[in-house]
């Protein structure tokens, strides 16, 4: 179709333009968006005004990247970002142009994007489609293509390339092969990238439909190797027993086991044995152990998480569920295991936990079900939480003012007596009492101090 319907917001909005003669086009991704069926996120807008023009054209403009063309039209409750037709040259960082001049036509202005699925333009308000490079093809053959030569396009901008992939994922795409084979090309560009835009990018790829689609491609590429060398060291490292995939497979499908919606689950299940390869001993049978690789995967996720500037509340729980996931249950229990178990991970983290444990299990041979003992697992501990014991030092019903009151002094020793009510406490949920926990506050400092013994004595 030459044409399509516009937004009646986006035709409020072009009419500005028009009116001060000025021509005004929707692109980037919303386009590509329209002609998928999905509904489109953001508007963008490219315009042959200056950014200076804009400014005065509407009340509210914020001067989010003028150096570059670029500002945010706060339109009727959106934001818009608009940027006047620019044509770009140099890219000696890696990522952004040494310099940027404008261009007369919206034409000029696609040929600086990257793919030719990003590099359609609808003219606004009348809905023509300008589409250069057959952007409209490519869609509909699910293929990603680069604006003209591959490899100029990435070595422009090293980004492009995990982008390509990350696309290639959320979508379902198969990339060009002269896309494709220009990736490994750029690798020494993309090693400019800043860590934070990698990061974005890894970020979108794993809430994709199937993650592991565009980590293979990153392996293939070797875009794995330059940003994620400790996982792909994980090829060719063979398992034992049920396994039938080698570490780096088995990952990959964990990975894509584990829920959509949360990107911590996705970071854990793509690392829950990375440590496996430096774990890794094999006895006089040829047959591989992997003892406490749980704790080493957990290092390793933190190194790399923090090597990508991941935030620290993200950081800390993909290393506390990779830590816990070799959590082991047996239906002999007692309540107190099970109220240990809770204490150790964070009733707050089990979720999670058997989230990763069943994309864990499923991982193992492809095939779906519930891990032995699981659901029973889950039963137990819904009914120790339901019955509202103490889990943690703020649920005891003393605390360090009643201790000190009551003739122990602050320091190490209040500390160490709170720990023995919380033991106590976990053993035998019915001791919670003040008094009852005051009596063995007492004991217990006396026979740590040696007072007891000095009365006896006496």
């Given at each position: 179709m030459n044409r399509i319907p516009v937004p009646g917001i986006l035709k409020d909005l072009s009419r500005t333009f028009t009116e001060a003669g000025y021509r005004v086009y929707l692109v980037g991704g919303a386009v590509r968006d329209i002609y998928l069926c999905r509904a489109a996120g953001d508007w963008d807008v490219a315009t042959d005004a200056p950014p200076e023009s804009v400014m005065r054209l509407f009340r509210r403009v914020i001067p989010t990247g003028i150096a570059h063309g670029t500002v945010t039209i706060h339109h009727k409750g959106a934001m818009i970002e608009c940027t006047t037709f620019r044509t770009?040259?140099?890219?000696?960082?890696?990522?952004?142009?040494?310099?940027?001049?404008?261009?007369?036509?919206?034409?000029?202005?696609?040929?600086?994007?990257?793919?030719?699925?990003?590099?359609?333009?609808?003219?606004?308000?009348?809905?023509?489609?300008?589409?250069?490079?057959?952007?409209?093809?490519?869609?509909?053959?699910?293929?990603?293509?680069?604006?003209?030569?591959?490899?100029?396009?990435?070595?422009?901008?090293?980004?492009?390339?995990?982008?390509?992939?990350?696309?290639?994922?959320?979508?379902?795409?198969?990339?060009?092969?002269?896309?494709?084979?220009?990736?490994?090309?750029?690798?020494?560009?993309?090693?400019?990238?800043?860590?934070?835009?990698?990061?974005?990018?890894?970020?979108?790829?794993?809430?994709?439909?199937?993650?592991?689609?565009?980590?293979?491609?990153?392996?293939?590429?070797?875009?794995?190797?330059?940003?994620?060398?400790?996982?792909?060291?994980?090829?060719?490292?063979?398992?034992?027993g049920l396994h039938r995939f080698d570490v780096l497979d088995h990952l990959y499908l964990a990975c894509d086991a584990c829920p959509q919606n949360s990107l911590e689950l996705r970071l854990a299940g793509l690392f829950h044995d990375i440590g496996k390869p430096e774990t890794r001993v094999t006895d006089e049978h040829g047959i591989h152990s992997f003892h406490h690789h749980e704790v080493a995967s957990a290092k390793i996720a933190e190194k790399v998480l923090n090597r990508l500037r991941y935030p620290q509340k993200t950081v800390r729980t993909v290393a506390h569920l990779v830590a816990q996931h070799m959590f082991h249950y047996e239906p002999n229990w007692s309540d107190a295991a099970v109220r240990r178990f809770i204490v150790r991970v964070g009733k707050e983290s089990i979720p999670a936990l058997f989230d990763l444990r069943r994309a864990d299990g499923w991982a193992i041979s492809g095939v779906r079900g519930e891990p032995l003992h699981l659901s029973e697992f889950g039963e137990r501990i819904d009914g120790v939480l339901a019955r509202d014991h103490a889990f943690s030092l703020k649920d005891l019903a003393v605390n360090g003012n009643d201790l000190i009151r009551s003739g122990i002094p602050a320091g190490p020793e209040t500390g160490m007596v709170l720990k023995e009510l919380f033991e106590a406490v976990l053993d035998d949920p019915e001791l919670n009492d003040r008094n009852r926990l005051m009596e063995i506050a007492r004991a217990f400092y006396n026979r740590i101090t040696g007072l007891g013994t000095a009365v006896a004595r006496e």
């Open positions: 770009e040259t140099g890219y000696s960082d890696g990522r952004r142009p040494d310099s940027v001049a404008y261009a007369a036509t919206i034409e000029e202005d696609l040929s600086r994007r990257d793919f030719t699925m990003n590099a359609i333009a609808v003219s606004l308000p009348d809905g023509e489609v300008v589409d250069p490079f057959n952007g409209r093809g490519d869609i509909k053959a699910g293929l990603i293509k680069t604006v003209g030569n591959a490899e100029e396009r990435f070595g422009e901008d090293g980004l492009r390339p995990l982008r390509a992939v990350r696309f290639s994922a959320q979508l379902d795409f198969r990339l060009d092969d002269r896309t494709k084979d220009a990736i490994r090309p750029a690798l020494g560009v993309t090693a400019l990238v800043a860590k934070e835009r990698v990061r974005d990018e890894l970020s979108k790829l794993l809430r994709s439909p199937v993650p592991s689609t565009g980590l293979r491609i990153m392996e293939e590429t070797g875009l794995l190797d330059l940003l994620l060398p400790e996982l792909a060291a994980c090829r060719g490292v063979e398992q034992k």
